[in-house]
């Protein structure tokens, strides 16, 4: 740059500035990061080690132990390679297990969303004593399942039971419900969906209470009835519930295992055995680890195999809406 008097001055570049260029101000930020991600891994630590330990851990020494002949007895004959496989998926009675589990499940699973979605509608259109009967419908699902188990029991005695009782005053001579094979699962069932309904019908009161009461209004003001409103507007609302309620549902009735165990100990003649009955059985009581092992794992690779087949149709349906 020239000045007036014709004295040539150099041109000075302005100073960059620090934080652009990775100055000291942009290292201080990273060093900050830096600690504070290094002790957010010290917080997670503690779960982190009980997860590995309890979770990750048993996952792979019970795979290992799958290809093996571990025994309680004491015995270990060491690695056998798939033989436990093909033994397991050449044993009848790991398929009947898998069925009754089937079974169990279908028959559950549905009563426990269709009724629970009922009574959550019912209390929630104003019935008197709202706080009687959601206590009523939730309180069972708080007990344990010893004492629910104790207490069906003796409502399904043949003789002393209650439910024949009714029964016997209009006539009805009530069968061996836990004794029939043709009622012993569904007195299962109906055990189970008296015990365990109360959860969901708390996720369906929620989830009625948080839909919107101008789509109804705006629906009266249309000249709607109460059946075109709860067809077009309460069960499009509660369809997430109804996703939600009904994956809880599989997963649960899928792992069956302490009502059917205290109730009928998986008789009569096995036709209530469900899979982790049976795995336990072979596992603890014919001491075959390592076999009990490699069912486990077919049963979790057949889960795991239902669990993408929904995840599959759910994601083209909701491509095609």
């Known amino acids: 740059m020239t000045t007036a008097d014709g004295v040539t001055v150099p041109r000075t ?38 997860f590995g330990l309890f979770l990750i851990w048993p996952t792979i020494y019970g795979l290992w132990m799958s290809f093996t002949g571990t025994s309680l007895a004491g015995t270990k004959t060491g690695f056998v390679g798939l033989a436990n496989w093909t033994e397991a998926l050449g044993d009848a009675n790991v398929w009947t297990s898998l069925a009754n589990t089937a079974v169990f499940t279908v028959l559950s699973s549905i009563p426990l969303v269709l009724i629970a979605m009922g009574l959550a509608i019912l209390v929630n259109v104003g019935l008197p004593g709202q706080w009687f009967w959601r206590l009523a419908f939730f309180l069972p699902f708080l007990l344990a399942s010893t004492v629910v188990s104790k207490f069906w ?55 009625l209470q948080n839909i919107p009461d101008q789509l109804y209004e705006a629906a ?19 369809a997430p519930t109804t996703v939600l309620v009904l994956v809880l549902q599989l997963l649960a009735s899928l792992k069956v295992f302490d009502q059917i165990y205290q109730m009928t100990s998986g008789g009569p ?10 795995i336990y059985e072979v596992g603890f009581t014919g001491y075959r680890l390592g076999y009990a092992s490699a069912i486990s794992y077919i049963f979790f690779f057949l ?15 909701s491509v095609k809406a």
Request: glycine share 10%; charged share 15%.
């Open 13 to 50: 570049s302005p100073r960059p500035n620090a934080a652009l260029t990775g100055g000291p101000i942009s290292e201080g930020r990273r060093r900050r990061r830096r600690a504070e991600n290094i002790r957010g891994w010290v917080y997670c630590l503690p779960f982190l080690i009980a």
């Open 220 to 238: 009266s003001l249309d000249g709607a009835g109460r059946w075109r409103k709860f067809r077009s507007i309460t069960v499009p609302q509660l």
């Open 153 to 207: 029991n003796w409502m399904y005695n043949p003789q002393l039971g209650l439910v024949n009782t009714v029964l016997g005053w209009f006539g009805i001579t009530g069968p061996a419900w836990l004794q029939d094979p043709s009622t012993a699962m569904i007195s299962v069932v109906i055990t189970t969906v008296w015990w365990t309904i109360g959860f969901n019908f708390l996720l369906y009161l929620a989830a």
């Open 303 to 317: 889960i795991i195999i239902v669990s993408l087949a929904y995840m599959v149709i759910s994601s083209r349906r």
């Open 269 to 278: 003649g096995g036709d209530t055995r469900p899979v982790l009955l049976y």
